[in-house]
């Protein structure tokens, strides 16, 4: 906005000006919290970070963070080999293929919705009843696995759909215009145009994974070691720095391992946006 619209809102839009004023209150307070908790959390964290924290194995000498470092990555990349199809191909389903409007779309819908307001521990009880109990899986990476795959997929299929529904129609009729049929529409002209709200979608379940605590702790385990299958236990950056801060003992490895849990987000979330930049480009 120019300097002479601005002045023009001033003296002639009372209203406007207060919701423009009011907008950009809330763009630096939202910016000012997040600097400061990314500054605190750093200026905490980086000091404590030394090369034993990255040692192969845990013990109580060295408090190491690379165990739950791996199963971290570990479980974030199962559940999205998981959750990402499933998610996306029952978002086109919903959008592309079924009628709009239909009492099965609802369903799903209000379904969708419902699982998605479910508080994580509900989760983590009921992947430790069913996933470690009743399929004998017991604490171990594929319970943490299918657990929280269920948690991110209400969200993944939300943004997806919408991504999907975002797109315009005249991109359909051009594509059937040209005789391609739906599928060669969706694969080749509605997914890439809906991908970046896709990728978008995807970042914020990774997010949601890596700090999940309860739904972890209650099917993965909260064990210091590396899995060495699916159905070996282990532990996450979020349950270790939790079992640190609770201990009370190692204050500094805690907000070590903050400091990394905070980069590794930060390294996710700029490798998604170039990703979605060059999917757009």
Partial sequence: MKAKDLF???????????LFALTWISIIATASILAFIIGYVLINGVPYL?????????NMENQSLFPALVGTLMIVGLSLIVAVPLGVFSAIYLQEYSARGSRFVKIVRMTT???????????GLFGFLFFGGVLGWGLSLMSGTFTVSIMILPLIMRTTEESIKAVPDTYREGSFGLGAGRLRTVVRIV??????????????????????????????????????SLFDTGRTLSAHMYQLSREGTHPGEAHATAAVLLLVVLLINALSSRIARLIKT
């Avoid at 919705?113 to 989760?123: D, Q």
């Fill in 113 to 123: 919705e419902t699982l998605a307001g479910i508080p994580s521990i509900v989760y």
């Fill in 50 to 58: 030394s090369p034993s924290l990255f040692a192969p194995e845990f």
């Fill in 8 to 18: 023009r809102i001033k003296h002639r839009k009372p209203l406007d000006f207060c």
């Fill in 191 to 228: 997914l890439p145009a809906a991908m970046p709200g896709i990728l978008a979608g995807i970042i914020l379940a990774i997010g949601r994974i890596i700090g999940e605590t309860a739904a972890i702790i209650f099917t993965l385990g909260n064990v210091a070691r590396i899995p060495n």
